[in-house]
């Protein structure tokens, strides 16, 4: 299996560990990951406005670049999986913002949403199976209590991301249990952070973190894994518990050392 690959800022800078787990494990399961050429930021959010097709023109041709290689668009990063799947979207159904980015970025042929874009836990559900996943552990998790945060980037708004049940997500926890490590169920696990308002109102991004923390500790979890940086950060920041990323927690069950400062 063969993917494009779109790793974003944080992945490739701050948090280039979280790549090299992702790229090692890949590797492992039989799955290539390409970086595509020149790919520029994201934006890291979503652009709201009807009118507003400036701030998605990094993604579109991210996304032409794959449909022009004939392969999928693979992401590590919530928040890059939200915003090029949100714009494909856009370019699939939007005709005001596929003729303005097209004739921006002089495509011929037009791009018009063609590309399939898939996070990694997809990639590893949908089309690798957790069984294979399962076959490839040499340090299984046992006796590890782990509590899955999904946040809001992956499941929200459901009928554009079909990533998972928003309300009820089951990805993560299948992975865990593939890992060999027992799944709690925590009901903060879909609930916001607080990360696009940690800069302007701590006061509030602790208070989530802190709820979400404790609710993980009373249904017994004793570690938070999660799929997106910024929440992340928070919960390392804010919480008592151990969080690490599910690329993170694949490395070390499949038996392979990645550090930090790789």
């Known amino acids: 299996m063969e993917y494009d690959y779109y790793p974003g800022c944080t992945l490739k800078n701050k948090a280039s560990h979280l790549d090299i787990c992702a790229r090692k494990a890949a590797e492992k399961l039989g799955a290539a990951m390409t970086e595509i050429p020149e790919w520029q930021c994201c934006g890291g959010v979503y652009p709201m406005a009807g009118n507003e097709t400036a701030q998605k023109l990094p993604a579109v041709r991210a996304l032409n670049e794959a449909k022009s290689r004939g392969r999928d668009l693979l992401c590590v990063c919530s928040a890059c999986y939200h915003v090029l799947k949100s714009v494909n979207y856009d370019m699939a159904n939007n005709a005001t913002v596929i003729t303005k980015a097209n004739t921006y970025l002089e495509n011929d042929p037009w791009y018009k949403g063609e590309t399939?874009?898939?996070?990694?836990?997809?990639?590893?559900?949908?089309?690798?199976?957790?069984?294979?996943?399962?076959?490839?552990?040499?340090?299984?998790?046992?006796?590890?209590?782990?509590?899955?945060?999904?946040?809001?980037?992956l499941l929200r708004p459901s009928k554009i991301m079909k990533f998972d049940n928003p309300e009820n997500p089951s990805v993560m926890e299948s992975l865990i249990k593939a890992l060999g490590g027992e799944p709690v169920i925590d009901p903060f696990r879909?609930?916001?952070?607080?990360?696009?308002?940690?800069?302007?109102?701590?006061?509030?991004?602790?208070?989530?973190?802190?709820?979400?923390?404790?609710?993980?500790?009373a249904h017994g979890g004793e570690m938070i894994v999660t799929a997106c940086p910024l929440c992340m950060y928070n919960l390392k920041k804010y919480g008592d518990l151990p969080v690490k990323y599910f690329t993170e927690l694949i490395c070390e069950a499949f038996g392979i050392e990645v550090l930090e400062d790789d």
């Open 190 to 217: 879909n609930e916001c952070c607080g990360g696009y308002v940690s800069a302007e109102d701590t006061e509030l991004t602790e208070k989530k973190v802190r709820d979400i923390v404790e609710s993980v500790k």
């Open 116 to 153: 399939r874009v898939l996070h990694y836990l997809e990639m590893l559900r949908d089309d690798i199976g957790f069984e294979k996943v399962k076959k490839c552990v040499e340090k299984p998790l046992t006796g590890k209590k782990i509590a899955s945060y999904y946040g809001c980037l």
